[in-house]
Nanobody, 115 residues
Framework: QVQLVESGGGLAQAGGSLRLSCTAS????????MGWYRQAPGKQRELVAI???????TYADSVKGRFTISTDNAKNTVYLQMNSLEPDDTAVYYC?????????WGQGTQVTVSS
């Protein structure tokens, strides 16, 4: 059973940066996409950024120009570089990796941005 392990969350000041990492414990066959989602208290989980097999990327409007998603396929890892952080970015961030058969989710990592 492949597991996703996230790291890199923590506390940052507004305007600061954090880099999240998500590594799969094994190879996910026919991986289609990797992405980051977040869930703030009292809110639904929302898409932050996604990268497809061909390298295309999609970002939530709220993070465009500030966040960058990237991958290291040799390491089964997806990254989320978060710059110019804002208090509204405070949430639990979840990694997801998907193939045609199922989605794999990480356990989540807390990101807290202070003003």
């Amino acid at each position: 059973q492949v597991q996703l392990v996230e790291s890199g969350g923590g506390l940052a000041q507004a305007g600061g940066s954090l880099r999240l990492s998500c590594t799969a414990s094994g190879t996910i066959f026919s991986l289609d996409a990797m992405g980051w989602y977040r869930q703030a208290p009292g809110k639904q989980r929302e898409l932050v950024a996604i990268i497809g097999r061909g390298g295309y990327t999609t970002y939530a409007d709220s993070v465009k120009g500030r966040f960058t998603i990237s991958t290291d396929n040799a390491k089964n890892t997806v990254y989320l570089q978060m710059n110019s952080l804002e208090p509204d970015d405070t949430a639990v961030y979840y990694c997801k990796q998907s193939n045609r058969w199922r989605d794999y989710w990480g356990q989540g990592t807390q990101v807290t941005v202070s003003s």
